[in-house]
């Protein structure tokens, strides 16, 4: 295969040269197409546009594929647990013994966080949506790390940051959710793993004593390594460009927090759970519902995917953890049987498989929250604490790369000219 691309414009022809992937993917690559033609390329949303070199994440959406730095999905949802994969993505290696201690020892030693954080929490009024809170009070660390702000910081304090943001994000997660419940904060636990604390800061109350439950810490390891990284979407993407201006890691994340926040990206899988109850309220039979679907009456959350176009490989894994973990609890959920018949009809109906209509990773993600205690307005919130290690590794990157400022180029369609006309005129 020729490795130039030929462009013929106004009957010029030009040269640009093709990218070829570790996995095959192919690229051309126009950085020059300006320069040389005067043209700019036209990609609503960049659909067809790749923006980075990454050796992060790759995702083959045609065959449902998902690998973290090479490693699938399926193999670290079942034989890791969520600060491992972190390590993973971070650092581009699994930690040996000795560095995953370290790593786990310095998360431990940096998950409290400043009691001045608590004044800012306390001026949020409880209905405050949690998201907006977490995305705030990520932002805030700059305050409290002035010297994250360093626009060419040394390694070590990009390090530092990194610990800093690893450790105290399930704090700040939970303090969000304490404080929309009108409840008291509570205080990491190191004693306790990355999970276990976390679900301690969550529901642990003064009145009675918390015992962390390992089935449902274990159930949070595996949803928190499935959202860990999804290559180069909204937030992800926000994070880079956000990050390419030499914006701090707090800042950069707290962006990708907000782009996160929208009802078209990390809001799918309360919809789910919000069209599911409606299905169980409203009596309607699957069937029904179904047949709604496909005279566009009503919309079938948490099917389909914008990249996989075969079943997302994260659900298979999440719905069989979903069967086991509600098991496991004595969970009997109603919403989940209206879950598995939606999935087989749909599954079985020639209007969805040849639509390639697949349940998504956000499908049964809800179901499971909702099994483990965590309200409907905190799911978008755990996605991004799960996203995290992601969103730490893609700026990191980046910086590495020395990759530019990210700077899109539009094509105008205003007026031409106008004449201003003083304004007692007018």
Same mark, same amino acid.
């Given at each position: 295969?020729?490795?130039?691309?030929?462009?013929?414009?106004?009957?010029?022809?030009?040269?640009?040269?093709?990218?070829?992937?570790?996995?095959?993917e192919k690229a051309i690559d126009i950085g020059k197409l300006r320069d040389l033609t005067g043209y700019v390329t036209y990609d609503v949303g960049y659909k067809n546009t790749g923006v980075t070199k990454s050796a992060i994440t790759y995702l083959d959406g045609?065959?449902?594929?998902?690998?973290?730095?090479?490693?699938?999905?399926?193999?670290?949802?079942?034989?890791?647990?969520?600060?491992?994969v972190a390590y993973l993505l971070i650092y581009g290696e699994l930690p040996t013994v000795d560095q995953y201690r370290d790593f786990d020892a310095a998360i431990d030693k940096h998950s409290m966080i400043h009691e001045d954080v608590k004044k800012i929490l306390d001026g949020f009024p409880s209905f405050a949506h949690p998201m907006g809170v977490l995305s705030s009070l990520v932002c805030s660390l700059t305050a409290f790390y002035p010297e994250s702000l360093e626009p060419n910081p040394t390694p070590e304090q990009i390090d530092h940051s990194i610990i800093r943001l690893m450790a105290k994000m399930p704090t700040m997660v939970a303090w969000a959710y304490k404080k929309s419940k009108g409840r008291p904060v509570n205080y990491p636990i190191n004693s306790l793993e990355y999970?276990?604390?976390f679900l301690h800061m969550m529901f642990a109350n003064p009145t009675e004593k918390y015992i962390v439950d390992p089935v449902v810490s274990e159930a949070l390891n595996v949803l928190l390594i499935l959202h860990a990284d999804h290559e180069q979407n909204c937030s992800t993407s926000t994070v880079r460009i956000v990050g390419s201006s030499q914006a701090?890691?707090?800042?950069?994340?707290?962006?990708?927090?907000?782009?996160?926040?929208?009802?078209?990206h990390g809001g799918a899988n309360?919809? @789910?759970?919000?069209?599911? =109850?409606?299905?169980?309220?409203?009596?309607? %039979?699957?069937? +029904?519902? #179904?047949?709604?679907?496909?005279?566009?009456?009503?919309?079938?959350?948490?099917?389909?995917?914008? @990249?996989?176009?075969?079943? =997302?490989?994260?659900?298979?894994?999440?719905? %069989?953890?979903? +069967?086991? #973990?509600?098991?496991?609890?004595?969970?009997?959920?109603?919403?989940?049987?209206?879950?598995?018949?939606?999935?087989?009809?749909?599954?079985?109906?020639?209007?969805?498989?040849?639509?390639?209509?697949?349940?998504?990773?956000?499908?049964?993600?809800?179901?499971?929250?909702?099994?483990?205690?965590?309200?409907?307005?905190?799911?978008?919130?755990m996605f991004a604490l799960g996203r995290l290690p992601g969103w730490i590794a893609q700026w990191k990157e980046l910086r590495e790369n020395k990759e530019p400022i990210g700077r899109p180029r539009q094509i105008y369609v205003g007026n031409v000219s106008k004449t201003y006309v003083n304004i007692e005129n007018r």
């Open positions: 295969m020729s490795n130039q691309a030929e462009l013929i414009l106004d009957g010029k022809s030009y040269q640009f040269p093709v990218i070829v992937g570790s996995e095959n045609e065959n449902g594929i998902l690998k973290y730095r090479g490693y699938s999905i399926e193999e670290l949802a079942q034989k890791s647990n969520f600060l491992e999970c276990a604390n701090s890691l707090y800042g950069s994340v707290s962006a990708g927090i907000n782009a996160l926040w929208g009802p078209l309360q919809e @789910v759970i919000e069209m599911l =109850d409606e299905i169980k309220a409203s009596g309607i %039979k699957t069937k +029904d519902y #179904i047949e709604k679907v496909k005279t566009k009456e009503v919309r079938l959350m948490g099917f389909g995917h914008r @990249v996989y176009k075969n079943f =997302d490989p994260r659900a298979k894994i999440i719905k %069989k953890a979903c +069967d086991d #973990i509600l098991s496991k609890l004595g969970v009997n959920d109603p919403v989940l049987e209206i879950a598995k018949e939606l999935e087989q009809a749909a599954l079985n109906d020639p209007y969805f498989v040849e639509r390639k209509l697949y349940p998504n990773v956000d499908f049964y993600s809800g179901i499971i929250y909702r099994a483990l205690g965590i309200p409907t307005n905190m799911f978008t919130v």
